[in-house]
T-cell receptor, first 116, second 116 residues
Framework: AQTVTQSQPEMSVQEAETVTLSCTYD???????LFWYKQPPSRQMILVIR??????QNATENRFSVNFQKAAKSFSLKISDSQLGDAAMYFC?????????????FGKGTLLTVNP | DTGVSQNPRHKITKRGQNVTFRCDPI?????LYWYRQTLGQGPEFLTY????????KSRLLSDRFSAERPKGSFSTLEIQRTEQGDSAMYLC??????????????FGPGTRLTVL
């Protein structure tokens, strides 16, 4: 079974600074997808960024980018120019590319605080 | 609002009572997922539907839990004889079969269940 580990329960960053959230995963599969979701307080979870394992190029979405290291099974999220609205719980998630069940396996999350 | 909706948002019940939650997915999405999120944890997969067919259930889904998706539209999750350990946030997500191979899941706001 796949597992996802987020080793940082909490992180903080100053507004306008850069922060990196770490995520490692364990799988025996070669083809899969990785996601970062953001869950603001009392609000629904939204997708931040996604990465296909077969792509070597790291995904980027505006201020959000990932460092995908397939051999190391690492998938970190970098947030540049942090904003107050970035404060949330961030979850790393894994999805197998095999089969028809596209269920997500999540890490425990990292609570990000943005200080003004 | 065309996102995933869930009702009720909060439910407080006494141990031993039955509860039912409803999820309305994004209208054109044929896949629907239920997850459970307890305090300090990431969401854990419970079950999923493709149209009206329930195709997989997690071992977390005991016999007291039942989910349905009549006509492949909204879904209900019922918990019979609730226990204090059932207290959690129940999340629903949906995805589209379209051209997006990643089948990104869109989440609802969740139903927070408290069992006294």
């Amino acid at each position: 079974a796949q597992t996802v580990t987020q080793s940082q329960p909490e992180m903080s960053v100053q507004e306008a600074e850069t922060v990196t959230l770490s995520c490692t995963y364990d799988t025996s599969e070669s083809d899969y997808y990785l996601f970062w979701y953001k869950q603001p307080p009392s609000r629904q979870m939204i997708l931040v960024i996604r990465q296909e394992a077969y792509k070597q190029q790291n995904a980027t979405e505006n201020r959000f980018s990932v460092n995908f290291q397939k051999a190391a099974k690492s998938f970190s999220l970098k947030i540049s120019d942090s904003q107050l609205g970035d404060a949330a719980m961030y979850f790393c998630a894994y999805r197998s590319a095999r089969g028809s069940n596209y269920k997500l396996t999540f890490g425990k999350g990292t609570l990000l605080t943005v200080n003004p | 609002d065309t996102g995933v909706s869930q009702n009720p948002r909060h439910k407080i019940t006494k141990r031993g009572q039955n509860v039912t939650f409803r999820c309305d997915p994004i209208s054109e999405h044929n896949r629907l997922y239920w997850y459970r999120q307890t305090l300090g944890q990431g969401p854990e997969f419970l079950t999923y539907f493709q149209n009206e067919a329930q195709l997989e259930k997690s071992r977390l889904l005991s016999d007291r839990f039942s989910a349905e998706r009549p006509k492949g539209s909204f879904s209900t999750l019922e918990i019979q004889r609730t226990e204090q350990g059932d207290s959690a946030m129940y999340l629903c997500a949906s995805s589209s079969p379209g051209l997006d191979v990643l089948q990104v899941q869109f989440f609802g706001p969740g139903t927070r269940l408290t069992v006294l």
